[in-house]
T-cell receptor
Framework: GAVVSQHPSWVICKSGTSVKIECRSL??????MFWYRQFPKQSLMLMATSNEGSKATYEQGVEKDKFLINHASLTLSTLTVTSAHPEDSSFYIC??????????FGEGSRLTVL | SQELEQSPQSLIVQEGKNLTINCTSSKTLYGLYWYKQKYGEGLIFLMMLQKGGEEKSHEKITAKLDEKKQQSSLHITASQPSHAGIYLCGADMGGSQGNLIFGKGTKLSVKP
């Protein structure tokens, strides 16, 4: 299947700093990518839909100024957690859709804010 | 109420046994995805079903979508320890692409 890669897979930062997570589709072009958040032992929660060349669409309750999303190309979307706080600690996963409509997920990025 | 019900929540089987995981929606689905996840890792795409009555197989895993497109089952034949993990179904309810509604997952343990 298609490959979606996330980087970094694991990051620790101090409270108040910003963290950027990259999501790349390695062998297909994804006009749309999606960002999810997963709390321990819970299912995925969609945060936002990232469209190449346009502004992201955020789900209700997700702060767009806190979770900045940029979809610079057909193979790269980035999520920046600004002024991170301990409650932002979570597992963040991205996904992208190939032409067949199949949705492939990245490996996830674990963020720990001290 | 939960739009997508997945059952069972957890399952422990002996190696070599067959098992089935179910995913039921109260609404007609546009598509149904099955993923496998190990805790703290990404999701591994297993199969996507879109047509009523569709059935797909990959190695020892078979997934079906009923004719009404409201229920799907994932069947593993002759389970192995490598099948252990969390299985998630994700449903396309017709909203924006990628906005899947996920079940709560089924934790599968396979005893050698």
């Amino acid at each position: 299947g298609a490959v979606v890669s996330q980087h970094p897979s694991w990051v620790i930062c101090k409270s108040g700093t910003s963290v950027k997570i990259e999501c790349r589709s390695l062998d297909f072009q994804a006009t749309t990518m999606f960002w999810y958040r997963q709390f321990p032992k819970q299912s995925l929660m969609l945060m936002a839909t990232s469209n190449e060349g346009s502004k992201a669409t955020y789900e209700q309750g997700v702060e767009k100024d806190k979770f900045l999303i940029n979809h610079a190309s057909l193979t790269l979307s980035t999520l920046t957690v600004t002024s991170a706080h301990p409650e932002d600690s979570s597992f963040y996963i991205c996904s992208g859709t190939n032409r067949a409509g199949e949705l492939f997920f990245g490996e996830g990025s674990r963020l720990t804010v001290l | 109420s939960q739009e997508l019900e997945q059952s069972p929540q957890s399952l422990i089987v002996q190696e070599g046994k067959n098992l089935t995981i179910n995913c039921t929606s109260s609404k007609t689905l546009y598509g149904l995805y099955w993923y496998k996840q190990k805790y703290g890792e990404g999701l591994i795409f297993l199969m996507m079903l879109q047509k009523g009555g569709e059935e797909k197989s990959h190695e020892k895993i078979t997934a079906k979508l009923d004719e009404k497109k409201q229920q799907s089952s994932l069947h593993i034949t002759a389970s192995q320890p490598s099948h252990a993990g969390i299985y998630l179904c994700g449903a396309d309810m017709g909203g924006s692409q990628g906005n899947l509604i996920f079940g709560k997952g089924t934790k599968l343990s396979v005893k050698p």
